[in-house]
């Protein structure tokens, strides 16, 4: 199942196809199994708006230059063949098509109209959109641009081929205009831009058809980036044992702020009881004791002023995970306990404030992290954050969020939509349960409280920063509309529980 996980760049996918060649699987095969899966696609989405057999059926595939464009070619002869009234419209001229692609307009019989806009006057019961590959690199070309804009307003049904015109398949990005596809068929494995915003939002429901690539091409290719799903981390999973006890699940350790901002760090110390942690002990001024206190029965307390009480503290080596940030206030002491907790042995979370604190010597932050001991470090930035944490870095939200971990050493939690999970070794995993009632205040404490949790029960750095983002999601999904971060926790154990029948 994990194969499935597995998103392919651009780049990725071209040389996926040579070695393909160079194991005598042909590239026109390959685009007339790409053809029939569009063909099925089409016919399904078809079904599924109403159209069935017995009832006259009209598509229309805008096809382009490109291999994409011999993939509308190949499905519009198997739509025919089907009994699927097919009209097919090239935007260029027939001499500029070039191999597989100009053998599979061949290979059609039909006319072949010009397209633009105008053919959109005509209706149709579904438009195949076969006119730009994956790989488009900056905005797209005015008469490309006038098509896709009339696809949009014409309302017809889109099924998108490979993505949707417009949407660049490894970063997501689109540049000026794009198709807004109801469904996308996409081959051997998904994208990142399936999944990062804002592709995502155009691609509509996303399929792949595996088009007889071999798994050994794609063992060798050897991606490193994943949709985050259970199956990429399950088997790492610290469910609980029979004969554990709680000192034996981990004893985490959540750093309060004051008085007045010392909620946040409840909501993620009730995350990180909630997701297994066998104790949990939240370490406040003394001033702020007495009030959480009042909210807290299960989580311990204890009173922690400066650096030297955290280093006391975490020399018990049974505290095995911290967290340091959720409303903790930014200053020297921030930062001096950050640090500290770092060179504790400790895994450690580093959240909110304390990202913010620490991103005016950012250059110590990540010396602290490289040379300290085994257990990871996680960070947790939002944009914002992570702009003032890793000032300039260019590129898409997968690629900043890569060079961040290689650059700092820690695993990097870019939070969003779209959240992007990577670690310094390359690794990384783009998540896409989180609903949008995720955004709202606190929600962020829970989430990182979630991976603190999963740390102290020994999960590894970037297993436990995937496994927790898709159960913040999850829990968020349980709920509804109307969520507010205090609900997160309560709905942890429905979303435990289904994650247990995947076992």
Same mark, same amino acid.
């Given at each position: 199942?994990?194969?499935?996980?597995?998103?392919?760049?651009?780049?990725?996918?071209?040389?996926?196809?040579?070695?393909?060649?160079?194991?005598?699987?042909?590239?026109?095969?390959?685009?007339?199994?790409?053809?029939?899966?569009?063909?099925?696609?089409?016919?399904?989405?078809?079904?599924?708006?109403?159209?069935?057999?017995?009832?006259?059926?009209?598509?229309?595939?805008?096809?382009?230059?490109?291999?994409?464009?011999?993939?509308?070619?190949?499905?519009?002869?198997?739509?025919?063949?089907?009994?699927?009234?097919?009209?097919?419209?090239?935007?260029?001229?027939?001499?500029?098509?070039?191999?597989?692609?100009?053998?599979?307009?061949?290979?059609?019989?039909?006319?072949?109209?010009?397209?633009?806009?105008?053919?959109?006057?005509? =209706?149709?019961?579904?438009?195949?959109?076969?006119?730009?590959?994956?790989?488009?690199?900056?905005?797209?070309?005015?008469?490309?641009?006038?098509?896709?804009?009339?696809?949009?307003?014409?309302?017809?049904?889109?099924?998108?081929?490979?993505?949707?015109?417009?949407?660049?398949?490894?970063?997501?990005?689109?540049?000026?205009?794009?198709?807004?596809?109801?469904?996308?068929?996409?081959?051997?494995?998904?994208?990142?831009?399936?999944?990062?915003?804002?592709?995502?939002?155009?691609?509509?429901?996303?399929?792949?058809?595996?088009?007889?690539?071999?798994?050994?091409?794609?063992?060798?290719?050897?991606?490193?980036?994943?949709?985050?799903?259970?199956?990429?981390?399950?088997?790492?999973?610290?469910?609980?044992?029979?004969?554990?006890?709680?000192?034996?699940?981990?004893?985490?350790?959540?750093?309060?702020?004051?008085?007045?901002?010392?909620?946040?760090?409840?909501?993620?110390?009730?995350?990180?009881?909630?997701?297994?942690?066998?104790?949990?002990?939240?370490?406040?001024?003394?001033?702020?004791?007495?009030?959480?206190?009042?909210?807290?029965?299960?989580?311990?307390?204890?009173?922690?002023?400066?650096?030297?009480?955290?280093?006391?503290?975490?020399?018990?080596?049974?505290?095995?995970?911290?967290?340091?940030?959720?409303?903790?206030?930014?200053?020297?002491?921030?930062?001096?306990?950050?640090?500290?907790?770092?060179?504790?042995?400790?895994?450690?979370?580093?959240?909110?404030?304390?990202?913010?604190?620490?991103?005016?010597?950012?250059?110590?932050?990540?010396?602290?992290?490289?040379?300290?001991?085994?257990?990871?470090?996680?960070?947790? =930035?939002?944009?914002?954050?992570?702009?003032?944490?890793?000032?300039?870095?260019?590129?898409?939200?997968?690629?900043?969020?890569?060079?961040?971990?290689?650059?700092?050493?820690?695993?990097?939690?870019?939070?969003?939509?779209?959240?992007?999970?990577?670690?310094?070794?390359?690794?990384?995993?783009?998540?896409?349960?989180?609903?949008?009632?995720?955004?709202?205040?606190?929600?962020?404490?829970?989430?990182?409280?979630?991976?603190?949790?999963?740390?102290?029960?020994?999960?590894?750095?970037?297993?436990?920063?995937?496994?927790?983002?898709?159960?913040?999601?999850?829990?968020?999904?349980?709920?509804?509309?109307?969520?507010?971060?205090?609900?997160?926790?309560?709905?942890?154990?429905?979303?435990?529980?289904?994650?247990?029948?995947?076992?």
């Amino acid at each position: 199942m994990r194969g499935r996980l597995e998103l392919f760049t651009n780049e990725e996918m071209s040389r996926a196809d040579g070695l393909a060649a160079s194991r005598d699987i042909t590239s026109r095969s390959l685009m007339e199994n790409a053809g029939a899966a569009v063909a099925n696609a089409a016919v399904a989405l078809l079904e599924r708006t109403g159209r069935t057999a017995d009832q006259p059926r009209k598509v229309l595939i805008l096809c382009g230059r490109g291999n994409n464009g011999g993939d509308g070619f190949v499905a519009a002869r198997l739509l025919q063949e089907r009994g699927v009234a097919v009209r097919v419209a090239l935007l260029g001229a027939m001499t500029e098509l070039r191999g597989d692609a100009a053998m599979a307009a061949a290979d059609w019989l039909g006319p072949i109209e010009v397209a633009k806009p105008a053919i959109l006057l005509q =209706p149709a019961d579904l438009i195949v959109d076969a006119l730009l590959g994956a790989g488009l690199i900056g905005a797209v070309r005015e008469g490309f641009a006038q098509l896709i804009l009339a696809v949009t307003a014409s309302g017809m049904p889109v099924l998108s081929i490979d993505v949707p015109s417009g949407v660049n398949g490894s970063t997501g990005a689109i540049a000026n205009v794009a198709v807004t596809a109801n469904e996308t068929i996409t081959f051997v494995r998904r994208k990142p831009g399936h999944l990062l915003l804002p592709g995502r939002l155009a691609c509509g429901k996303v399929m792949v058809s595996d088009i007889g690539m071999p798994q050994t091409v794609i063992d060798d290719i050897a991606v490193q980036a994943f949709a985050n799903e259970p199956d990429l981390w399950l088997a790492a999973f610290p469910f609980p044992q029979l004969a554990q006890h709680k000192y034996q699940r981990g004893h985490a350790l959540v750093l309060g702020g004051p008085p007045y901002g010392c909620g946040a760090a409840r909501l993620a110390a009730r995350a990180a009881l909630r997701v297994g942690a066998g104790l949990v002990t939240l370490g406040a001024t003394v001033d702020a004791l007495a009030i959480n206190a009042s909210r807290l029965d299960a989580i311990m307390l204890a009173p922690i002023e400066d650096a030297a009480d955290l280093g006391d503290l975490l020399a018990d080596r049974r505290k095995t995970a911290v967290l340091i940030g959720p409303g903790f206030g930014l200053g020297p002491r921030t930062i001096e306990m950050t640090i500290t907790a770092l060179r504790s042995g400790a895994a450690t979370v580093i959240d909110a404030d304390a990202i913010t604190a620490c991103s005016a010597n950012a250059a110590h932050l990540f010396s602290t992290i490289v040379h300290s001991p085994v257990r990871p470090a996680v960070l947790t =930035p939002h944009e914002g954050e992570f702009e003032r944490l890793f000032p300039n870095l260019q590129g898409s939200k997968l690629e900043r969020a890569r060079n961040a971990a290689a650059r700092s050493g820690a695993i990097v939690v870019l939070k969003g939509p779209d959240t992007v999970i990577a670690s310094p070794d390359g690794r990384a995993a783009i998540n896409a349960n989180a609903p949008p009632t995720l955004a709202t205040a606190g929600s962020g404490d829970v989430l990182a409280g979630l991976i603190v949790g999963l740390l102290a029960q020994g999960m590894t750095g970037f297993e436990a920063a995937a496994a927790g983002v898709w159960l913040h999601g999850a829990a968020a999904t349980a709920f509804g509309p109307g969520l507010i971060a205090e609900d997160l926790p309560e709905l942890l154990p429905r979303a435990l529980q289904e994650l247990h029948k995947l076992v």
